[in-house]
């Protein structure tokens, strides 16, 4: 069985209330004579309210009718999926690490769009100290309090204590602004710093006070900075003459 409505010649009614193809009342039409106007337009006669005496039909484009409703269709599948709700479970006595891993799903699903259900489990007699439950469901909404708040207030219901967090928008492009920023102001580099010193193109320095506070200027070069300078070369020892006696000093050249 199928829900399309009948078109053109499978239509039984023998007089129908004819709408044109511009949404215009058109009047009571016989069948054949509706059927005669929707073929001149090249269009459809499509029976819309079966129901009513006498049936209304509709001049119209029937494949375009059908893509359009297939469209709305998935529109709303897809809308009612992005609202799903997820659960979250935890346990009064969670150690930190679970904490932190079930928090960070939490935070996934609200940026994901979804309600997140978050449900502390109590077993014998932790049924008693409902504080314990209430704490950890603060610090999970305040741990995601940038992608989502608070819907659905702590309530105690039997053995578990539920909290339900809807997506925040406002709070998601707050955050994501303030991120950037923050990204912009560590790629600036340091010229804002005072404590780096400029150098000009030239190699050398700005004069600034040395370790023992007096002022020093100096130039440096690249890959030379902060090597202290080598030993002053030894003198060179007269060597022995080849005849065995002391080496003659070399005579000036004549003028």
């Known amino acids: 069985m199928t829900n399309e409505p009948r078109i053109n010649d499978r239509i039984r009614a023998r ?3 004819l709408i044109g193809a511009d949404g215009s009342q058109l009047g009571i039409k016989s069948l054949p004579e509706a059927l005669s106007l929707a073929r001149e337009l090249e269009l459809d006669l499509v029976e819309v309210a079966d129901k009513a005496i006498p049936p209304v039909v509709r001049i119209m484009d029937f494949g375009k009718y059908k893509y359009e409703a297939s469209q709305r269709v998935k529109e709303s599948r897809k809308h009612q999926a992005s609202n799903a709700l ?53 610090n999970v909404a305040e741990a995601v309090g940038h992608v989502g708040r608070v ?11 539920t909290m339900v967090l809807t997506p925040d928008r406002k709070a998601q492009a707050a955050h994501t602004a303030q991120r950037r920023k923050a990204d912009v102001s560590d790629g600036a580099g340091p010229s804002g710093d005072p404590s780096v010193s400029s150098a000009s193109g030239d190699g050398t320095e700005s ?29 060179q020892a007269d060597r022995p003459s080849p005849n065995g006696g002391d080496r003659a000093p070399e005579s000036a050249p004549a003028s």
């Open 15 to 17: 007089e129908v209330r």
């Open 86 to 138: 997820k659960e979250m479970k935890y346990r009064p006595k969670i150690g930190k690490a679970d904490f932190d891993t079930k928090t960070r799903l939490v935070e996934k699903f609200l940026g994901e769009g979804h309600k997140v259900k978050v449900t502390i489990m109590f077993r014998g007699r932790e049924v008693y100290h409902p504080e314990l439950g209430r704490r950890i469901l603060d």
């Open 207 to 235: 004069s600034g006070a040395g370790p023992s506070g007096a002022t020093t200027s100096g130039v440096t070069t690249s890959g030379t900075a902060g090597v202290r300078p080598g030993p002053a070369p030894r003198p």
């Open 151 to 161: 819907e659905v207030a702590s309530k105690l219901d039997g053995r578990n204590m």
